[in-house]
């Protein structure tokens, strides 16, 4: 096979690139020192990780929410369009046979407890490690738990379709108009122009805990329309049987 | 040791080529591209770690303690959760494939035309 | 220490993945993708990422495996629904 030889000369010439990289633990730039030392005062926010991406680098973060944006759409367009026939009667969508009672006790009650996991999260974003994607991912999580637990039509009347479009679009929007509420109050895109509190607070640093709302918000609805999909795909085809 | 992290990642990226290179089903190469985006994880991380430093978390303990670099961490979070929306991309692209054409395998895939 | 979980962690990590591209069945990859998320947040921990490792954690655990067995059902279902 041809992809041996050239398989094992790129893994030469990439353990020989990654080599001459700062020895693994000195780590030389001076980029990180210098956040490291300034951004809880400058920005009174104690998790730096949600500050260079809220904040810092908030530029980077739009971008790549808007790929999420994007490969959401994607995915929509293109598992919606299979669907030529018209819906099945929601009527005969029964009880999925494979879900066990202890299953789905265990799930229905664990819905509420993601929901405000996800919530926590989310909001503490500036404080604690966390932030609006990990927080957004539980938040579907907890919708999510529906399907698992053999109800999918009531997952389908929490998340309509419609609604988590809608819902995606203002995530996406709000961080973009948080961005220009930046230029136009404080003269900087991105600026962080709301009042900063005391480290540690709920409410300080500023607008990276609406940035975080914002983010986490988009996430969810993202993740609940592309797993919507899916299912939509599966159910559909069984209720044609 | 100081190496090891590169190694493991130049190994990672390399095992996943060759997975996706040789495989027979479009799935299985959607998983394969997830092993190679981890790899790149974990050069970026690797590349930002200093010696005896802590998580750049500073809720409990005093500002001048020393620190990983936050700014690779930003970029490998958001990464990973756009990682898997264009898993999910790829994913949709293999079930219309299945649709259209009645098989997953890139093989019989690539003699098609039109 | 730490240096001892580092080396674990990652070369646990190298070998696990391994382990995703061999397993040739796309029902049974998708278990081991789960494992492997679970080296890659030990990975993430020692290396000092609380944040990184979260968002791990919910991605490789709900985020891809769900993904991942939806579309084998799918097209599992278009192969048997064409197959009649």
Redesign the interface.
């Known amino acids: 096979m041809l992809f041996l030889p050239s398989a094992a000369g790129l893994l030469f010439l990439l353990i020989d690139g990654l080599r001459r990289l700062p020895a693994f633990g000195h780590y030389p730039g001076p980029y990180g020192m210098v956040l490291n030392g300034v951004a809880v005062t400058e920005r009174h926010a104690t998790?730096l990780?949600?500050a260079v991406n809220f904040d810092y680098r908030a530029f980077d973060t739009l971008g790549e929410e808007f790929i999420l944006f994007t490969a959401t759409t994607a995915v929509v367009m293109l598992l919606r369009n299979m669907r030529g026939e018209s819906e099945p009667p929601s009527a005969r969508e029964s009880r999925k046979e494979g879900a066990s009672d202890a299953l789905r006790a265990f799930a229905l009650a664990f819905v509420v407890a993601m929901i405000v996991l996800g919530g926590y999260?989310v909001v503490h974003g500036a404080i604690t490690?966390?932030?609006g994607?990990?927080g957004g991912?539980?938040l579907?999580?907890g919708a999510?738990l529906l399907f698992l637990a053999g109800e999918t039509l009531a997952m389908k009347r929490l998340a309509p379709n419609t609604m988590l479009e809608i819902a995606d679009a203002a995530g996406a929007a709000g961080f973009a108009l948080l961005g220009l509420g930046g230029l136009i109050f404080a003269g900087v895109f991105f600026e962080n122009f709301l009042d900063l509190g005391k480290p540690g607070s709920l409410n300080s640093a500023g607008m990276i805990p609406l940035v975080s709302i914002s983010i986490g918000l988009e996430v969810a609805a993202a993740?609940l329309l592309?797993?919507s999909e899916?299912?939509d795909?599966?159910l559909l085809?069984?209720g044609?049987? | 040791?100081s190496v090891?992290?590169y190694v493991?990642a130049a190994?990672?990226f390399v095992?996943?080529l060759?997975?996706i290179v040789t495989s027979?089903?479009l799935?299985?190469l959607?998983?394969?591209l997830?092993?190679v985006q981890?790899?790149t994880?974990?050069v970026l991380?690797?590349s930002g770690?200093v010696r005896h430093?802590?998580?750049?978390?500073y809720a409990d303990i005093p500002p001048v303690t020393t620190?990983?670099d936050p700014v690779v961490?930003?970029l490998?979070?958001t990464d990973?959760?756009v990682?898997?929306t264009i898993?999910?991309l790829v994913?949709?692209l293999?079930?219309q494939a299945?649709?259209r054409f009645?098989s997953?395998d890139p093989n019989f895939l690539r003699q098609l035309r039109g | 220490m730490n240096?001892v979980f580092?080396?674990i962690a990652?070369?646990s990590?190298?070998v696990v993945?391994?382990a995703?591209?061999?397993a040739?069945d796309?029902l049974r990859?998708?278990l081991v993708?789960g494992i492997?998320g679970m080296t890659?947040v030990l990975?993430?921990f020692a290396?000092?990422?609380?944040?990184?490792a979260?968002?791990?954690i919910?991605?490789t655990t709900?985020?891809?495996p769900?993904?991942?067995l939806?579309?084998?059902?799918?097209?599992r279902?278009?192969?048997d629904?064409?197959e009649e």
């Open positions: 998790n990780v949600s999260v490690p966390g932030g994607f990990q991912v539980v579907a999580t999510f993740f592309i797993w899916f299912l795909q599966a085809v069984r044609e049987e | 040791m090891l992290p493991v190994w990672l095992i996943g060759y997975g027979r089903h799935v299985h959607a998983v394969c997830t092993v981890s790899s994880y974990l991380l690797s770690y430093g802590s998580a750049p978390i620190a990983v961490q930003a490998t979070l990973i959760v990682e898997s898993t999910a994913l949709a293999a079930v299945m649709k009645g997953v | 240096d580092q080396a990652m070369i990590m190298g993945g391994t995703v591209v061999l040739r796309p990859q998708a993708l492997y890659m990975t993430f290396l000092q990422a609380p944040d990184v979260l968002s791990a919910v991605i709900v985020g891809l769900p993904m991942v939806l579309a084998l059902r799918k097209m279902d278009y192969r629904g064409s």
